[in-house]
């Protein structure tokens, strides 16, 4: 008899161990912050995870050679998470879209808008239709109407060219979301609204120009199954953002060697090539926070901003 | 039963013998209001509407299907599954441990007997300490994992600690409050002898009661590492990392082969953990997964360690593996307990708290919370009816028989393992494939997942059922489908009742993980706002959480005090 509650102590001193664990185990892992904090960028996840990360993965190279810092990528899983790693100071400049964008800089005071690319002066997103609808392209934004009683899907909630900006033209065409048939689906990225549309699981679909034309060009889309019925009028998206504190980490005029090293990438040097064209540009040139002031009171508008 | 049996023309029973009458008796009125509720939730989850089925993903559900027969094998991609299988395991335990210091702590605390043995009389009037404890393990029960996630993430960064916090809080408090009611109900006898010598409150407790409550408290933990597991995944689907977040990433770039790959892995992963967890029990012998309803005053059965001598040795080899993995996995995590305590993480909270208030009270607002509350309360309803329904169908040829083909045991057992393997979430998405965004396809993927779950707890209540009547009526000459209708069936329904709303409490908390995939609800609009960075809408969209989990608490506890 007296062998099982001892036996039991035994057991209980070794579960108390187990519990009692952590702490120490744990203090070799927190001195692993080294004192030289690498420059970490980020991006919101807009296309396909692999095909980010090699973009990333080939830019963060290059930056590091210009910027003599080490450079690290981190891919976060949605939009909001990528404005509130912002927010922490955990990623110190992000590649955002136009509305993710400001609500990052309402967050962060004092943080720039710094960098875009040659074609975010004059963005469009287009509307895409599964063929067996029917659907003709139209040139005016009347044209919205034929929507009416289609299964439609955005794409991510906080994205500015596959939610913010149709659900703007939609409503200035007149069309309510509830004329649509079911909810409006969120399809998380552009390439999958494609696949969605292109699959006929949503009849409509909207997303950014860019992506659409980058898979037309790589040959990844079934043009017999769907094509595009309009390109909306242009406004300003994609732009990096930067943290004002990074001039403290990394010393002054650190946010200008940036600048410099995003429009040094030249399109007849094979290795900047690359990386251009993952980005679908030319070039990058400079921006500002009143570039975005439009984008701004749309996303008031919608709710998207507070 | 329209055609009387030859035994029971020989022999009338009684009316008062008939188990299905004395079943119905007390619970008439709570089967009657369980019954309307269900009609009422499937007409507001809009079961009865149109446009539910959007029939052009079809060709998706079938390209899904086909890949099951191709899953991604090559080797980079097995290393990818093989390292996010051990992220997964390494947070569950990560946030088991954590969870077992504050039950441990809180448990203690928030007993009766603690307070019974250091201060007598012992009275339980509001404001003793005994209630405060109690009390304030209520608040982090009521908030799920993922939406701790989503608020320590905002406080702490990007880290590993993150998951690890959001999943051992919320567990820590659950621990608490099951480690607390098993000390209340283990025998007291030895306690009391030892306290009538004169031995102090402390070792009379660490003597007289613990040593036998140990049994059951190292068999819920068993358990909670299945409810981990299911936990870390879901957390990786909202960012973590590990086999949620990567089936999620194959998910949304439409590459099923991987899915099939990553489902095969967490399949794998919670089978093993289920076995062990069972293993561990059977030597404990502490057979039932969890008691959900114990009457008042009813002692839990004092689980025997006797005949356990042989294998007692091999739970001291696990209990030391435990300890092992506990530190393996945090260094395989590195998380930077740094930030608990940096002045970055202090300033974030109060920043963030001082955006929360006040809460978006507005009228308009608290009309749309009411809505999409009796919404998702809908949801959580619909889920649970079809998981109930389905679960006490599945349950008996899932239960282990001692007689009859194996096959029907394994078949249904390895479907429920698949079905609550895969997180809500993933399978809210595979809905959304054919069905429009809503509350709807929410609650199938919450009653797809909970049925899972459900099967197999009332699959063993089946398993653990007093045999002797049911032999009874076969030595008697009953058939065997007699023996079960009047015997088996009526005896597991109170338990199987009592599973069902206790799940359906936890179900009504799940309600926000398919929420933020679209489907419908108080968690859908969390997700717009969360988008938004709207903290004060945030705010008030929590209260109303809140408040619905506080109601199915109560209902589920009402509707379950008749069937003890």
């Given at each position: 008899m007296s062998v099982k509650p001892k036996l039991a102590l035994v057991s209980l001193a070794l579960a108390l161990a187990a519990c009692a664990a952590p702490p120490p185990a744990a203090q070799p892992a927190a001195p692993a912050q080294s004192p030289a904090r690498p420059f970490v960028i980020s991006a919101i996840p807009d296309q396909d995870p692999e095909r980010l990360n090699r973009l990333y993965g080939k830019l963060s190279d290059y930056l590091k050679a210009e910027l003599g810092v080490e450079v690290v990528y981190r891919p976060v899983t949605d939009y909001a998470a990528v404005v509130n790693a912002f927010r922490t100071g955990d990623v110190d400049m992000a590649w955002f879209g136009g509305l993710t964008g400001v609500q990052a800089r309402l967050q962060v005071d004092g943080a720039q808008a710094i960098l875009q690319r040659d074609i975010d002066e004059k963005f469009r997103s287009v509307f895409i239709a599964n063929v067996s609808t029917g659907i003709q392209p139209f040139e005016d934004i009347s044209g919205l109407q034929a929507l009416k009683g289609r299964t439609f899907t955005f794409g991510s909630e906080s994205s500015t060219s596959g939610r913010l900006m149709p659900q703007f033209f939609m409503r200035q065409a007149g069309l309510s979301l509830s004329d649509l048939r079911g909810e409006p689906g969120f399809s998380g990225s552009h390439d999958k609204t494609i696949k969605l549309v292109e699959a006929g699981s949503y009849e409509v679909g909207a997303l950014n120009e860019q992506v659409w034309e980058a898979r037309i060009k790589g040959g990844e889309v079934d043009t017999s199954k769907v094509i595009v019925i309009w390109r909306t009028p242009p406004y300003y998206d994609y732009h990096w953002v930067v943290r004002p504190d990074v001039e403290q980490k990394f010393g002054a005029g650190f946010i200008e060697r940036i600048k410099r090293a995003f429009m040094a990438l030249d399109a007849t040097n094979p290795a900047h090539k690359e990386i251009l064209d993952l980005f679908g540009a030319q070039k990058f040139i400079e921006t500002k926070n009143e570039n975005y002031a439009d984008i701004e009171a749309i996303g008031r508008e919608i709710g998207k901003i507070k | 039963m329209s055609v009387p049996s030859a035994a029971q023309r020989a022999l009338p029973l009684p009316e008062a013998f008939s188990p299905w009458r004395s079943l119905l008796r007390g619970a008439r009125l709570v089967a009657l209001l369980t019954l309307l509720a269900v009609a009422w939730a499937a007409t507001q989850t809009g079961v009865f509407r149109g446009d539910l089925i959007n029939a052009g993903g079809w060709a998706l559900v079938q390209q899904f299907f086909a890949a099951a027969l191709r899953p991604e094998l090559s080797p980079a991609f097995l290393r990818l599954t093989l390292e996010s299988t051990l992220v997964t395991f390494a947070y569950a335990v990560c946030g088991l441990a954590l969870s077992l210091v504050i039950g441990l702590a809180g448990g203690v605390l928030s007993s009766e007997v603690w307070w019974l043995v250091h201060q007598r009389p012992f009275v339980a009037r509001p404001g003793s300490p005994w209630l405060i404890a109690r009390g304030a393990l209520a608040l982090p029960r009521a908030i799920h994992e993922v939406l701790w996630g989503l608020f320590l993430v905002r406080i702490l960064?990007?880290?590993?600690l993150v998951a690890i916090l959001a999943l051992g809080i919320p567990f820590g408090a659950i621990t608490a409050k099951v480690f607390s009611e098993i000390l209340d109900e283990t025998p007291r006898d030895a306690l009391r002898a030892l306290l009538n010598s004169g031995a102090p409150p402390g070792h009379a407790l660490l003597y007289g009661l613990l040593p036998r409550a140990l049994p059951n408290l190292l068999s819920y933990t068993f358990y909670r590492l299945e409810c981990a597991i299911r936990s870390a995944t879901v957390l990786g689907v909202i960012g973590a990392g590990g086999l949620g977040y990567q089936v999620l990433l194959s998910l949304q770039s439409l590459r099923y082969g991987e899915m099939w790959t990553l489902i095969a892995a967490l399949v794998l992963l919670s089978g093993i953990t289920d076995w062990l967890s069972a293993r561990v029990r059977q030597v404990l012998g502490a057979p039932a997964r969890l008691e959900v309803n114990l009457a008042p005053g009813c002692e839990a059965q004092a689980a025997q360690l006797t005949r356990a001598t042989p294998s007692s040795r091999g739970l001291l080899a696990l209990l030391g593996l435990a300890v092992l993995v506990v530190p393996l996995a945090l260094v395989y995590l590195q998380p930077d307990f740094g930030r608990l305590v940096s002045p970055r993480t202090q300033a974030l909270l109060g920043q963030m708290l001082a955006e929360m208030f006040p809460p978006d009270l507005s009228g308009d607002q608290i009309a749309r919370l009411l809505q999409l509350s009796l919404q998702t309360l809908a949801m959580s309803i619909v889920a649970m009816a079809i998981a109930g329904l389905f679960g006490l169908a599945l349950a008996h040829p899932a239960a282990r028989r001692?007689?009859?083909?194996?096959w029907p045991y394994w078949l249904t057992r390895g479907g429920l393992l698949v079905l609550r393997a895969v997180p809500a979430p993933v399978w809210a998405l595979l809905f959304l494939f054919v069905m429009f965004p809503g509350p709807l396809p929410g609650a199938l993927a919450l009653a797809v997942h909970n049925l899972g779950i459900l099967g197999r707890l009332i699959a063993e209540a089946v398993e653990n059922v007093d045999q002797r009547p049911t032999r009874a009526l076969q030595h008697a000459g009953a058939p065997p489908l007699h023996a079960f209708f009047y015997s088996t069936l009526p005896m597991t329904i109170p338990q199987s009742l009592a599973y069902i709303f206790y799940r359906w409490e936890i179900c009504a908390r799940e309600t926000v993980i398919v929420g933020f995939v679209g489907a419908g609800g108080l968690g859908r609009l969390l997700t717009e706002q969360l988008s938004s960075f709207d903290y004060p809408g945030l705010s008030a969209t929590l209260i109303a959480l809140f408040g619905l989990t506080f109601v199915v608490d109560m209902l589920s506890t009402v509707a379950r005090r008749p069937l003890r």
């Open positions: - | 960064g990007l880290d590993p001692e007689r009859g083909p194996r």
